[in-house]
Structure formats: structure tokens, C-alpha cells
């Protein structure tokens, strides 16, 4: 194809992917005529490596079936094209891959619409997705894949130039940087530690994804201190227990786990000091609450216009009204039993009080008599507030009784505002991903309350599937998983880690000669791991996000630099490249998820069109030349 223009994206998961199925329908409209765009991933194309088909088929996804898509809708509001297509429940519904793997089609055929799927059969379904987009491809686009790594990025008469291991070479119009989660050298703390370890015979495991880890020297019965209680966590008790063949049978409500004999005993913690909140496994009864309502477009670009904006002060009262919108809208539409007003009334007073104002308290308590309806946004943040106990033993029938009402709330249909503040939570990030990048926060506000908000999204909306807490207590319940409670320290001592909690102040220290450090490394562009990406902030050419007030340094963020609008990437001096991107967590343009619910405008759709959008405008000259 002799004259085409060229792309490559490095990184072929769901957010490469996704970018190429949105290049794919504004192809015929923007061009260029002849467009060859290569995919670049030593890990499978569609899936990429958090997905791929080679890791423990007892790890499942932390999203039902039929809330996963990686096509647009009709609710989608974007510039490009819509282009639907089936969500994974429609696509293992009507067994429409006659190349899945015969080892996964049992899986398929047993799974619903409210069903966890295994990590390996979501794989099947982005390998369809990435098979149908190039499939489905307009006339003049060639899609090529490369399977292995991309080693550096250049530039020679303003062509982009991408050197692949195995020397071959790359040369584009632009280059989309899409690799997801990157691996990082440990932190000077993290090092430290480690050498402390090594000095005292001690082991220490540092952040890392959990799939990849090396947990063979975690040794039957021994004691091992585990520190985070995020997704990481989550997949860390499924290799260490059903992975080395422990298992679950039922037992009244619960599960009892049966061991194995080949399981350590963990004792963890965190600064929350308890799993992030189970997904719910109902539906909405009164449907999808109308948003936006108070935290929309309306309200955030006067914010943006205002500028010296706060985050917690300015913007939280709206935030939070938004989601107890969401969470209002459900209990009252959805169950009008439990409360004393009619809707029309209900809204016409919520909407007219502000948040956490006496006029609000007076409608609660007034038209909600059971204080378990009422949405408490603090104790979704800090749900071990006011627990403490004198000794280790006695503190675990509070966090295990605080957990297990979570797991109730979430999982009995009696509760289903959970999931109404959990829809409005995702027009919210939405929104403060807009506001966050525009500059109007302040310096402080950007390098704190950002971060705050994103571990409240985390805790609330990314939790695991019920069944996996179900799992986490009847480990707890056999004595094999013991919890800290929240605010964990850990420091080294002469007998081992040592560690403590604001759940136990005044009680003895919990001691091992193991912690793992069960998380993913924080981002950091100049200890990335990944040598283009390294080589390119060497150089200048890419740069972390630093915060500063008043010419001090307020936090660097590790995040890379793009220009909000289309994900350009900024250099040392400020610029936005016009040819060279990057999306991803490891960017300062934070979006909920590489995939998406159906049916809800998601922000991933709509970033990943103006992604692809600026990306073909660019290749055919016709791009803004727009400030950074």
C-alpha cells in the first residue's frame, strides 16, 4: 500500500484496542485515504497482559458480564461515529466466537448476565472485539500486529521512529503510547527496605502485579505480614490458598475453607483496614437515576472559569449531593415503602438544600426513618472509624462483622441504592477528571485531594465481586487471614517486621519475617521500567506532573504530562506534541477503566474518540495547533 499513512500504538490491551475501533469509524470521515496502523505488545492483541490467556484460570474480573462492553452506544456523546456491538454477556449469549478455545467454552455456556467471568475467558472476548474491529475495518486501513516490545521512540525528519526488539524498525506519522500499568523500580523507601531485609534475613516482597509475582518462599503456616487490601490483595488470596488446592464448601449463609496444608497465615492491613466495598449484585429498580443534576457541565465550568478552586471545599458539597442523588433516586423510586415522601416532593427539597446543611439533615430524617437508608459517605471512606480494641484477638469479630454487612449491603436486593450511588459515582469521575485537568484547582488541591478522591472511587466502585468476600471471611474465620484494622505501620526491628494500627493503639506490635506489599507501584515516569518510555523523559521529551506553591515542591505525581483534551504529550518545555500521545493510568487524564457498562455515556468511550480523533487529524495535517 504504496503512500499510506502510518500509526503505531504501543500497547494492543482494551485501551490500544479501543483507540483503534474509534481511529476505525472516523476513518471514512477525517482520512487519510491509505492508513496502515501497527499494534505493538509482546502480550496478546485485545487483551494485553493484565487479560492475557496465560495466568490462573481461578482469577476472575471484578465486572459482571453484561457491564462490559468495548462498543459505543446510543447514550455515548461523542464527536466520532457510534459503532455498537455486543457487551460480554450478549457475546457469550449468542456464541459468537467460533475460534474460542474448547477449554472455555463450559464457562461460556454457564455464564449470565450477573456472572464474575474468569480473567481467561474476558480474554477471549477482547481478542473477538480487537478481530471484529479489524474485520469490520473501512477500505484504506490495515491493521499489523507485533507481538513484542516496543524499545524507544525517536524522531528523524519528523517522522516518528519506533524501534521494536529484534531490530526491526517503525517509521509513523504518530505514535499513541497505550501500554496501561507500567512496572517501576521500587521507591527509595522500598529499596531501603529491601536492604534491611536482606541485612536481617528478612523477606520482602515490593509492589508488583500479583499475577506476576514470585510467591513460592511463602511457606506453609508460616506468618507473613500482607500490606494493602485493594484488587492486589484479592488476587494474592487466590494463589496462595485455592491455588495451592485449599477450597470452599458451603456452610449455612457463608463458605467454610478447607485447607490444604500448604497455606502461610496472613495478617493484614491497610489504611482503610478493610477490603474495598463488594460490588453489588443487583439492578437498579427505579432505572438509571437522571444525571447529571448537580455536579454536571453546568456546574463544573463555572468551577473552571473561577479558577483557586479546592477541591473538598468548592467542589465536594456537589460531588457528594451527586452521588446521594443517585442514591435517593433508587431508594425512593425504587422502594417507596421505606420512605414517607413521594419522589416529586423528596427531589424538590433535595435539590434545594445544600449538602450536609440543616435543611438536609431535617429532609433525612423526615422522609427516611431507617438511618441504614441513608447514604454515609464518610463511612464508605473510612468504614473502621470508631473501631479499636485492646488486643489483636478481640478485633476480629468488629472488622469481621463490619465486613460482612458490607458483603449484605451489597449483595441483597434490599439495597439497591448501593448501585444507584455507584452509577452517579461514575458521572462524578467523569466530571473531576475535567476538573482536575483544567488547571483551575489549585496547587494544594491538585496534590492531595485528587489523590484522596481517586482511593475514595477505588474503595467504593472497584471492589471485588461478593464472592470473593465470602472467601476473604471464611479464610478469616479459619484462623488463616488475620486483620490489623486500619491506619497499619510497619517498621523493621531485631525480631522481624513489625507491625501496628490505629485499630490497636497500645497493643503490641504483630511480628514476621515476611511483608508483602500487596499493591501495584505507584506511577512514576522516571522509574519506569519500560525503556521507551525511560529513554523519552531522559531526554526531556516526556515529563512527570511536579506540583509546586509558592516555588516549593508540593508532590510529584510520577504521572506523564498530556494536554487534557486529546492525551498530547507534553514536553520538559511545556509543549504538546502533535504527533505523539499516551493514554493510560500512567497519565495525568485519569478515566474509570479501559472498558465500560453499556448504556452509561462512559468516559473511556468518549476519551478514547478524542483520543483517536486528534491522532488521525494529526496524520492528515489537519490537527489544531493548540496550546499545552
Known amino acids: 500500500m504504496t503512500g499510506a499513512s502510518t500509526i503505531v500504538i504501543v500497547g494492543a490491551g482494551p485501551r490500544g484496542a479501543g483507540i483503534l475501533e474509534r481511529m476505525a469509524a472516523s476513518l471514512p470521515e ?38 462490559v462492553t468495548m462498543f459505543t452506544d446510543d447514550t455515548v456523546v461523542c464527536e466520532g461515529p457510534i459503532r455498537p456491538g455486543p457487551s460480554f454477556w450478549e457475546w457469550a449469549r449468542d456464541r459468537l466466537d467460533p475460534e474460542l478455545d474448547p477449554e472455555l467454552e463450559q464457562e461460556r455456556d454457564a455464564v449470565t448476565p450477573s456472572t464474575f467471568p474468569s480473567r481467561r475467558l474476558q480474554c477471549a472476548y477482547l481478542s473477538w472485539v480487537l478481530r471484529r474491529v479489524i474485520g469490520d475495518a473501512p477500505p484504506g486501513l490495515r491493521v499489523h500486529v507485533h507481538r513484542c516490545r516496543a524499545l524507544g521512540l525517536g524522531e528523524e525528519g519528523g517522522r516518528q521512529v519506533v524501534t521494536l526488539d529484534g531490530g526491526v524498525v517503525l517509521r509513523a506519522d504518530a505514535v499513541v503510547l497505550a501500554s496501561g500499568h507500567l512496572d517501576a523500580a521500587p521507591t527509595p523507601d522500598e529499596r531501603a527496605l529491601a536492604a534491611t531485609a536482606v541485612r536481617r534475613g528478612l523477606r520482602y516482597l515490593p509492589p508488583e502485579q500479583t499475577t506476576d509475582s514470585d510467591l513460592s518462599g511463602l511457606a506453609p503456616g508460616e506468618r507473613v505480614l500482607v500490606r494493602g487490601m485493594g484488587l492486589a490483595f484479592i488476587d494474592l488470596l487466590v494463589l496462595l490458598f485455592e491455588g495451592r488446592g485449599g477450597r470452599y464448601v458451603p456452610d449455612g449463609d457463608g463458605l467454610r475453607y478447607v485447607a490444604s496444608g500448604a497455606e502461610p497465615r496472613l495478617v493484614v492491613g491497610s489504611p482503610r483496614g478493610m477490603p474495598y466495598h463488594s460490588k453489588t449484585h443487583y439492578d437498579l429498580r427505579a432505572g438509571r437515576p437522571p444525571l447529571p443534576r448537580f455536579f454536571g457541565q453546568q456546574a463544573v465550568d463555572p468551577l473552571i472559569a473561577r479558577g483557586g478552586i479546592d477541591l473538598r471545599r468548592d467542589a465536594w458539597p456537589l460531588m457528594a449531593k451527586e452521588i446521594a442523588w443517585g442514591w435517593y433516586h433508587e431508594l425512593v423510586v425504587g422502594h417507596p415503602g421505606r420512605v414517607r415522601l413521594p419522589w416529586a416532593d423528596f427531589a424538590a427539597r433535595f435539590a ?11 429532609l433525612l430524617a423526615e422522609a427516611v426513618p431507617d438511618p441504614v437508608d441513608r447514604i454515609d459517605l464518610a463511612a464508605l471512606d473510612r468504614p473502621l472509624d470508631g473501631v479499636h480494641a485492646r488486643t489483636l484477638r478481640d478485633l476480629q469479630p468488629l472488622v469481621r462483622g463490619r465486613i460482612a454487612e458490607d458483603l449484605r449491603q451489597h449483595v441483597d436486593p434490599a439495597h439497591t441504592p448501593h448501585l444507584g450511588a455507584f452509577v452517579a459515582m461514575l458521572s462524578v469521575y467523569g466530571e473531576t477528571t475535567r476538573l482536575a485537568t483544567s488547571g483551575a484547582l489549585t496547587a494544594r488541591s491538585q496534590a ?8 475514595f472511587f477505588n474503595g467504593v466502585a472497584s471492589g471485588p465481586p461478593g464472592f470473593r468476600v465470602r472467601e476473604l471471611l471464611a479464610l478469616a474465620h479459619a484462623g488463616y487471614v488475620t486483620f490489623l484494622g486500619a491506619g497499619m505501620q510497619v517498621d523493621v526491628g531485631d525480631d522481624g517486621f513489625r507491625a501496628t494500627s490505629a485499630s490497636l493503639a497500645g497493643a503490641e506490635p504483630v511480628t514476621a519475617r515476611v511483608l508483602v506489599d500487596a499493591r501495584l507501584p505507584d506511577a512514576s515516569a522516571s522509574r519506569s521500567l519500560d525503556p521507551l518510555l525511560a529513554a523519552l523523559v ?15 515542591v508540593l508532590r510529584n505525581t510520577g504521572l506523564v504530562r498530556v494536554r487534557a483534551a486529546d492525551g498530547a504529550l507534553v514536553d520538559a518545555a511545556g509543549r504538546a506534541h502533535q504527533r505523539r500521545f499516551a493514554v493510560g493510568p500512567h ?20 476519551y478514547n474518540d478524542a483520543v483517536a480523533r486528534a491522532v488521525l487529524r494529526a496524520v492528515g495535517g489537519a490537527g489544531a495547533r493548540l496550546a499545552a
Open 352 to 362: 434545594a438544600a445544600a449538602w450536609d446543611s440543616p435543611e438536609m439533615f431535617a
Open 448 to 455: 492531595f485531594d485528587v489523590a484522596w478522591w481517586q482511593g
Open 538 to 552: 531522559a531526554r526531556g521529551e516526556a515529563v512527570e506532573e511536579v506540583l509546586y506553591e509558592d516555588g516549593e
Open 587 to 606: 497519565t495525568t487524564v485519569k478515566v474509570a477503566g479501559a472498558f465500560t457498562r453499556p448504556g452509561m455515556n462512559a468516559q473511556s468511550l468518549r
Open 30 to 67: 477525517l482520512g487519510p485515504e491509505r492508513l496502515d496502523v501497527h499494534l505493538v505488545d509482546p502480550y496478546p492483541a485485545g487483551a494485553g497482559r493484565i487479560w492475557r490467556r496465560e495466568q490462573s484460570p481461578l482469577l476472575a474480573m471484578n465486572s459482571m458480564a453484561a457491564d
